[in-house]
């Protein structure tokens, strides 16, 4: 009876992970997401500021917002604006009053007008995404508060399949940032046409002849042409006081980018908790019935398999929308953004543009840098290396890879035999 036992015991685990809309309990081991210590870029300026290595100041324009951002690295050019009343301080946000987003490779900064908080949203290698709030009174004495019930209602609910994570939506708004249900709303990534994606964000850059959905309201804005279609705006002073703002920007390629990089963020968080739920389980079973602690079955295996291989796809942008024509943004964001490297010896980046056909000029995500990346399971990161490696070296050209071109794939392993240094060993065989 042994066997038939274990096997339904695994089949039942399995079935649990991957049925659609099955709760998960992200405060179950391993995962523990409202009682494990945070490790991330806000809990190591947390220990900055208690050690008076740094310190927050407050301005009466924007509170701590300014001070933050230095603190953090997080550019000024990076800003961009909502419009839609789709966040935590929905009260505070319209159309005149947009809510500004800052953002760098870890960490996203919400800041409303005259808003009681501002929002964080922050990657962490075992938690996912971490959410946050300073308070934008000067009397607190410590502003930085870690959020966890109120803010996954939405960051961690079905539409992040259960796991803590961000929302990039496109919808349509009224004139006072209420969103048209009628009309839907639509998740937004890299793999979204063109035409489908800002609605209810504030967009300057352009475009050409290419439409999107951002700059209007349903029903036409009551001081602007009727033809007006919101393409190609690259001055905001129409739709409200930009002076408000640290900046006048709401810049089109930056919005590509943390679209890109937000759904990059919940992949590598979905494999990672879904590798250490199943791996968890393994133990429990391995121990259920005497078996070696190191065994596992061929269901744990595809179970990690399965995680992976969204990560491995959004990676190579697979399914990416094509530009149409070329794009621009209007705050310099393109060029800091492609500044920060690392480069190769040749000066090539993963981080440089293309623009004209697509977004990146190499088709691999420099997401792979970051910590959520590197600190993967050792059993996911080894599989998304394996399969990396399979796709770009030709051994797998399946359908999902069709768009790599062989000269793409040889680049981007020549940047990375050079700028990633945990490379598994035959990555650098010839």
């Given at each position: 009876?042994?066997?038939?036992?274990?096997?339904?015991?695994?089949?039942?685990?399995?079935?649990?992970?991957?049925?659609?809309?099955?709760?998960?309990?992200?405060?179950?081991?391993?995962?523990?997401?409202?009682?494990?210590?945070?490790?991330?870029?806000?809990?190591?300026?947390?220990?900055?500021?208690?050690?008076?290595?740094?310190?927050?100041?407050?301005?009466?324009?924007?509170?701590?917002?300014?001070?933050?951002?230095?603190?953090?690295?997080?550019?000024?050019?990076?800003?961009?604006?909502?419009?839609?009343?789709?966040?935590?301080?929905?009260?505070?946000?319209?159309?005149?009053?947009?809510?500004?987003?800052?953002?760098?490779?870890?960490?996203?900064?919400?800041?409303?007008?005259?808003?009681?908080?501002?929002?964080?949203?922050?990657?962490?290698?075992?938690?996912?995404?971490?959410?946050?709030?300073?308070?934008?009174?000067?009397?607190?004495?410590?502003?930085?508060?870690?959020?966890?019930?109120?803010?996954?209602?939405?960051?961690?609910?079905?539409?992040?399949?259960?796991?803590?994570?961000?929302?990039?939506?496109?919808?349509?708004?009224?004139?006072?940032?209420?969103?048209?249900?009628?009309?839907?709303?639509?998740?937004?990534?890299?793999?979204?046409?063109?035409?489908?994606?800002?609605?209810?964000?504030?967009?300057?850059?352009?475009?050409?002849?290419?439409?999107?959905?951002?700059?209007?309201?349903?029903?036409?804005?009551?001081?602007?042409?009727?033809?007006?279609?919101?393409?190609?705006?690259?001055?905001?002073?129409?739709?409200?006081?930009?002076?408000?703002?640290?900046?006048?920007?709401?810049?089109?390629?930056?919005?590509?980018?943390?679209?890109?990089?937000?759904?990059?963020?919940?992949?590598?968080?979905?494999?990672?908790?879904?590798?250490?739920?199943?791996?968890?389980?393994?133990?429990?079973?391995?121990?259920?019935?005497?078996?070696?602690?190191?065994?596992?079955?061929?269901?744990?295996?595809?179970?990690?398999n399965w995680a992976c291989e969204p990560v491995v796809q959004y990676l190579l942008f697979s399914e990416e929308a094509p530009l149409k024509e070329a794009v621009a943004g209007?705050?310099?964001?393109?060029?800091?953004?492609?500044?920060?490297?690392?480069?190769?010896?040749?000066?090539?980046?993963?981080?440089?543009?293309?623009?004209?056909?697509?977004?990146?000029?190499?088709?691999?995500?420099?997401?792979?840098?970051?910590?959520?990346?590197?600190?993967?399971?050792?059993?996911?990161?080894?599989?998304?290396?394996?399969?990396?490696?399979?796709?770009?070296?030709?051994?797998?050209?399946?359908?999902?890879?069709?768009?790599?071109?062989?000269?793409?794939?040889?680049?981007?392993?020549?940047?990375?035999?050079?700028?990633?240094?945990?490379?598994?060993?035959?990555?650098?065989?010839?």
């Amino acid at each position: 009876m042994k066997f038939p036992l274990r096997s339904l015991l695994c089949g039942l685990f399995l079935l649990a992970t991957i049925t659609p809309g099955f709760a998960v309990d992200l405060d179950r081991a391993p995962i523990e997401y409202s009682t494990a210590e945070p490790d991330n870029a806000i809990t190591s300026l947390m220990k900055r500021l208690r050690a008076e290595k740094a310190s927050l100041q407050y301005d009466d324009e924007h509170g701590y917002l300014r001070s933050l951002l230095k603190n953090l690295d997080v550019p000024l050019s990076s800003q961009v604006l909502v419009y839609s009343r789709t966040s935590l301080q929905r009260q505070r946000i319209g159309p005149k009053r947009p809510r500004a987003i800052y953002f760098n490779d870890e960490v996203s900064i919400g800041f409303c007008q005259r808003g009681d908080v501002l929002e964080i949203a922050v990657a962490d290698p075992k938690l996912g995404t971490v959410f946050y709030t300073v308070s934008q009174n000067p009397g607190k004495q410590n502003p930085l508060t870690r959020q966890t019930e109120t803010c996954l209602l939405c960051h961690g609910s079905s539409a992040n399949q259960g796991f803590p994570g961000h929302l990039m939506r496109s919808v349509s708004v009224d004139q006072t940032g209420e969103m048209v249900l009628s009309r839907g709303t639509k998740r937004v990534d890299h793999t979204t046409p063109f035409e489908e994606r800002w609605g209810g964000w504030y967009v300057t850059g352009t475009s050409g002849k290419q439409t999107h959905l951002g700059n209007q309201v349903v029903g036409g804005w009551s001081d602007t042409a009727k033809d007006f279609t919101g393409v190609n705006v690259v001055n905001l002073k129409t739709f409200f006081t930009v002076a408000d703002y640290l900046t006048p920007h709401s810049d089109l390629v930056a919005l590509m980018v943390l679209e890109h990089q937000c759904e990059a963020h919940n992949r590598l968080t979905r494999a990672s908790m879904q590798t250490r739920l199943a791996l968890a389980e393994q133990a429990e079973l391995n121990k259920a019935f005497g078996s070696p602690a190191n065994e596992r079955t061929e269901g744990i295996t595809r179970r990690i398999n399965w995680a992976c291989e969204p990560v491995v796809q959004y990676l190579l942008f697979s399914e990416e929308a094509p530009l149409k024509e070329a794009v621009a943004g209007t705050s310099g964001f393109a060029k800091e953004f492609t500044a920060r490297g690392p480069f190769d010896s040749n000066g090539r980046t993963l981080r440089e543009f293309d623009l004209k056909s697509r977004m990146f000029r190499y088709p691999m995500s420099y997401v792979v840098y970051s910590r959520l990346f590197d600190e993967l399971p050792p059993e996911a990161k080894e599989r998304v290396y394996r399969r990396l490696w399979e796709v770009l070296t030709g051994r797998d050209s399946s359908k999902a890879f069709a768009h790599l071109e062989p000269e793409d794939c040889k680049a981007v392993m020549e940047i990375l035999g050079e700028t990633k240094k945990d490379l598994p060993t035959y990555w650098r065989k010839k």
